[in-house]
């Protein structure tokens, strides 16, 4: 590789297909994240955005193409595939277990066990140890809670999706995805995940942010990737295009050129269909 080649993609997928009946939801879609970028997956609703990442974290089988990690062919049956790899999902709905405390929400289904015979034997949980790293995830990720032993049920909105993200970052090691992370949030606690998102981003892991928030996007993210109808339509950089034709492109108004510069897409009076 010269110093001219663009870096390896850590995670990526080619031609992937994903049809339920009549609809296809993936249309040949391909993807590219970087190492160390926050790439936004932009797109109007039905475009295929979830389906997109489902396929990357293994929550989704796609009827063809192929996802990579590091350059390589992967094929993820199930999340637990994607998670052995270091991608790591915070779902939307918010997957943590309301009743229980912020450390065995972070070590839901990795529990530490604890050393020698009861451990093994036993199947003893090490909650002292368990405690102590969940404090220490938080506290490098600037999430403030009372208490690492309070339920989860206790916290708000932005402090549990604060939990979801942080117990991402602890277990990702290749790449963290989020579906909209901060749709159900308020301005304040909004702010403080995209924050989290920096701090993850300066941790060198790469995050994929799904996101209908233009403002968000613009805000956080390295690339912004178009999804439209089922497919990758355009990448670009919040540096060099406008919100406005981010919005032309996830209609179809708008088209990327080869240059990279965007043009308006001719409607059916242009194309000489009339005269
Ligand atoms: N399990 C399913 N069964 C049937 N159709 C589905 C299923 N999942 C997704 N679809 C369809 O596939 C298409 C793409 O859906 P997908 O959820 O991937 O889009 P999206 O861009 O994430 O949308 P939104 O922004 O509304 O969440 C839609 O037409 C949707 O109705």
């Known amino acids: 590789m010269t110093e001219t080649d663009p870096p390896e993609p850590v995670l990526s997928a080619r031609g992937l297909v994903k049809r339920y009946g009549r609809v296809t939801a993936l249309d ?3 993807f590219d994240l970087l190492p160390g970028e926050v790439l936004a997956v932009v797109g109007d609703n039905g475009a295929g955005k979830s389906s997109l990442i489902k396929a990357l ?4 089988v796609p009827d063809a193409g192929e996802v990579r990690v590091d350059g390589r062919a992967v094929h993820f049956r199930g ?38 015979p009861f451990g093994r034997w036993f199947r003893t949980l090490d909650a002292g140890r368990m ?12 999430i403030k809670v009372k208490s690492i032993t309070q339920p ?8 549990r999706q604060g939990v979801a993200v942080a117990r991402a970052a602890a277990f990702g ?28 981003r300066g941790r060198g892991l790469p995050v994929v942010l799904i996101s209908h928030n233009m403002p968000h996007v613009f805000e956080i993210a390295d ?50 269909l009339s005269p």
């Open 223 to 272: 690339r912004i990737h178009v999804h439209r109808l089922g497919r990758r339509v355009a990448v670009v950089s919040p540096r060099t295009h406008t919100m406005n034709q981010v919005v032309g492109l996830i209609t179809g108004a708008l088209r990327l050129t080869e240059d990279g510069t965007v043009e308006e897409v001719a409607s059916a009076v242009h194309t000489g």
């Open 173 to 200: 090691s290749k790449a963290v995805i989020m579906d909209e992370p901060t749709a159900a949030l308020g301005v304040a606690e909004a702010g403080k995940v995209l924050a989290l998102i920096d701090r993850i």
């Open 28 to 30: 040949g879609a391909d």
């Open 57 to 60: 974290s293994g929550a989704l």
């Open 131 to 142: 405690r102590a790293e969940a404090q220490r995830v938080l506290d490098e990720l600037g």
């Open 79 to 116: 999340p637990l595939d994607a998670r052995r790899f270091g991608i790591e999902t915070v779902y939307q709905d918010l997957a943590v277990a309301p009743a229980l405390d912020i450390a065995s929400n972070m070590f839901l289904g990795r529990e530490r066990r604890r050393g020698g």
């Open 152 to 159: 989860v049920e206790t916290l708000s909105g932005g402090q």
